[in-house]
């Protein structure tokens, strides 16, 4: 793309495996879908540039890297400060949708250096016994959020976090954090550097970023139309999320965590983007997205649900398969 001054971007991650880099391109098209202009633009730093689709090549900025330069599983998050070139970024991960445009978000953030999404946590459990954690470091709390999101204003702040948060990521289990799949977890590292410098997360209101994880309750998307909402279902019901504060909520970006991906509410929506850009979305491609990948899952959803109980019974549980997005 044009070599244009640019002060606010939205940034992403997609390296290593390809699913990561396909995972990227597809929140790609979810931004350049709900922003048409280019007051905000879109980085993309890939070590694999020649999985790129060519018809973003000229819509994205492609950051290429080598592979593992910047570390390898959550520690790629702690090398931000280094990606940077606008004045604003917001970092997203690559395993989400944008389901409307982000100025506001822009609006909302100016003036925090390094900030995330969430609140505080002093003590309980979070990677880590965190009241043991806040008095090994004399702090009174550190933030609590979901790292699928962070936001960095250029400058010698966020440099300093970040590099402390690195720092950190030497001393981890001394520290007493616990690995996420055998790995460090940027989320915490981050809290910890972010409080030790003073800097403070927007306090969620569960409009900026949700996940089904936090609302098991159920969700329904449309990204074209920009509808969605996601449940997490009031307390006594068995699915209630004690930890998330909300029950319905409507936020602008949707995290996919984990094996959401492969479902088809997130499927049917990729390949709907893949239509809109190429200027194909119509009766036809929406019968298509609902035919071949929305109905057949949710029919095989529909028996499985009949018929597990039973394939127990008579066979057992079957062995959980490692998740190919498992560096």
């Given amino acids: ?12 991650i997609g390296t290593g495996k390809k699913i990561f880099v396909d995972l990227a391109v597809n929140l790609a098209r979810s931004f350049l879908y709900w922003h048409p202009g280019n007051e905000i633009i879109f980085q993309l730093v890939t070590d694999q540039p020649e999985l790129i689709p060519p018809d973003l090549i000229d819509k994205v900025q492609l950051i290429t890297i080598k592979p593992g330069e910047l570390g390898v599983g959550f520690s790629t998050k702690l090398h931000l400060d280094k990606l940077v070139t606008c004045r604003q970024t917001l970092f997203i991960d690559s395993d989400c949708l944008i389901f409307e445009p982000l100025g506001h978000l822009f609006n909302r953030f100016a003036g925090h250096q390094v900030s995330v999404v969430g609140d505080y946590i002093a003590d309980g459990e979070w990677f880590g016994d965190i009241a043991a954690i806040c008095k090994q470091f004399n702090l009174p709390h550190i933030p609590k959020f979901n790292g ?15 590099s402390q948060a690195r720092e950190l990521e030497k001393q981890y289990d001394e520290i007493g954090f616990v690995r996420l799949r055998n790995r460090p977890n940027d989320e915490v590292l981050m809290a910890l550097a972010m409080q030790l410098h003073q800097q403070t997360p927007l306090i969620d209101d569960g409009t900026i970023m949700s996940d089904p994880q936090a609302c098991p309750g159920g969700y329904k998307i449309d990204v074209i139309k920009g509808k969605r909402w996601m449940l997490n279902p009031p307390h006594p019901h068995p699915l209630h999320v004690t930890w998330y504060p909300f029950e319905k909520v409507t936020p602008a970006i949707v995290h996919f965590l984990g094996s959401y991906t492969q479902n088809y509410p997130y499927k049917r929506e990729v390949y709907r983007l893949q239509k809109a850009e ?16 929305q109905f057949p899952e949710q029919t095989k959803n529909f028996f499985k649900g009949i018929f597990r109980p039973v394939y127990h019974m008579l066979f057992g549980y079957r062995k959980i398969k490692q998740s190919e997005r498992v560096v």
Wanted: glycine residues 4%.
């Fill in 1 to 12: 793309m044009k070599e244009i001054e640019q002060t606010k971007a939205v940034l992403t």
């Fill in 148 to 162: 699928g999101l962070y936001y960095l204003e250029k400058g010698s702040i966020a440099t300093e976090v970040y």
């Fill in 278 to 293: 190429a200027k194909q979305l119509n009766f036809f491609s929406e019968a298509a997205a609902f035919f071949f990948i």
